[in-house]
């Protein structure tokens, strides 16, 4: 098995301090949230399992405002046995990720490096763009170069695809349009015929329809705001802990985002892994 199982903790961390605010973050109900996740690093154990993010401007962090990104959220969640090495790109396609080109190499050098033997892959955003149209066909060709590429490294056990989410009509003055979600969501079904259950392994599926529901999560119609990234992060973590335990547990998750003192409320949503 590629994955560890997150340490129980019977306390909660109702927040942590931010350079601005004292921001109510995700609760993970078994697990207790890592402080200060936004500008220092995860607690390192000798059992530290390293999560490696693949992906463009989402998987960055854009649209969060200084709140934490989805895979920052995912590691908070996951606990103090697991670290994240972020090697999202903004504006990256599937073909600017490549084995053999800058970006691609850059990041097999950073997961290398720091011990990276997980890879979490979200890609497609861009790709659908009007400017790029990458058919579906190419797009699983990429797909399989990256995954092959990664795989073939010596180092990374595992690859987990998840769906990229939901982008509104005309986002960005009109960058995406009605071709671009049709391409889009061809993409979620190619993700599916690339998992082989084994080595490459079906992460999050609920994001599409989970934004496509909730648009007012996102900041320009393309990124996740602030409430949209913890949701985000929630989703990844839920479909880990999936892969990694066979059985689901609850996240509770934010709902308001306070702009007067920039707090994050939470409530007692339940989020899982296959819930939208």
């Known amino acids: 098995m590629f994955f560890g199982r997150p340490k129980s903790r019977k306390k909660l961390l109702l927040g942590i301090v931010t350079p601005l605010f004292t921001v109510g973050l995700l609760v993970f109900s078994l697990v207790i949230l890592p402080s200060h996740i936004s500008g220092a690093a995860t607690k390192v154990t000798q059992n530290t399992i390293k999560i490696g993010y693949v992906g463009d401007s989402i998987t960055v962090g854009v649209g969060s405002d200084g709140f934490p990104s ?13 670290e994240a090495v972020n090697e999202g790109v903004g504006g990256t396609t599937t073909n600017q990720w490549l084995p053999g080109g800058y970006t691609f190499d850059n990041a097999m050098a950073e997961f290398r490096q720091k011990g990276v033997t997980v890879v979490s892959i979200m890609l497609g955003t861009n790709d659908a763009r009007n400017d790029q149209m990458t058919t579906s066909a190419q797009y699983v060709s990429n797909m ?41 969501t061809s993409y979620l079904k190619d993700i599916d015929t690339l998992v082989n259950g084994k080595t490459v392994l079906q992460g999050d599926t609920s994001s599409y329809s989970y ?61 899982q892994s296959a819930a939208w």
């Open 144 to 184: 399989r170069l990256i995954i092959h590429g990664l795989l073939s490294s010596g180092v990374i056990k595992a690859v987990i695809l998840n769906y990229p989410p939901y982008v509104s009509l005309g986002a960005q003055q009109g960058q995406w349009g009605t071709e671009s979600q049709q391409r889009l």
């Open 211 to 271: 934004f496509a529901a909730h648009l007012d999560q996102l900041a320009d119609g393309v990124h996740p705001n602030a409430i949209g990234h913890a949701y985000l992060g929630a989703l990844w973590a839920a479909s880990y802990t999936r892969l990694s335990t066979d059985r689901s547990r609850t996240l509770l998750v934010p709902l308001a985002y306070n702009s007067t003192n920039g707090s994050l409320t939470r409530d007692q949503t339940t989020v």
């Open 70 to 82: 989805a895979a920052q959220t995912e590691i908070s969640l996951l606990g103090d046995t697991y």
